[in-house]
């Protein structure tokens, strides 16, 4: 499993994107999904996860809408046309920072660049 500490900064990243491939998602479905496409590498707790969904809507980046689902309310989270445009950039930013970490990881002793 990925500690929590290199999952936190990427958090907003996985949920944007999650939410634009897969369209409309509820809390319970986005950490399944990401569990599921990590192969249980990162698990997303509550905790962690509806703060950054609250600090989106109030950002205008997502909605909300609820659907009584088997006499209960859920949830369901989408991208605005803000939040479409918010994913493209910071999978930009997230593709950059990956490229950058992995120059450092494949780093060879002894060798420099000039």
């Not at 990162?42 to 996860?49: D, F, P, Q, R, V």
Request: overall charge positive; glycine content about 8%; aromatic content about 6%.
């Amino acid at each position: 499993m990925i500690s929590t500490d290199l999952i936190k900064g990427s958090l907003k990243i996985i949920v944007l994107k999650l939410l634009k491939e897969e369209g409309p998602m509820h809390g319970y479905a986005i950490t399944r999904k990401v569990e599921e496409l990590t192969d249980g590498k990162i698990k997303l707790t509550y905790g962690a996860l509806y703060p950054i969904l609250h600090k989106l809507e109030s950002e205008k980046i997502l909605v909300i809408a609820s659907e009584n689902y088997n006499n209960r309310m859920r949830i369901y989270y989408s991208l605005t046309p803000k939040g479409h445009s918010t994913v493209i950039e910071k999978i930009g930013e997230l593709n950059d920072f990956i490229e950058a970490l992995r120059r450092i990881v494949d780093m060879k002793p002894g060798l420099h660049h000039a």
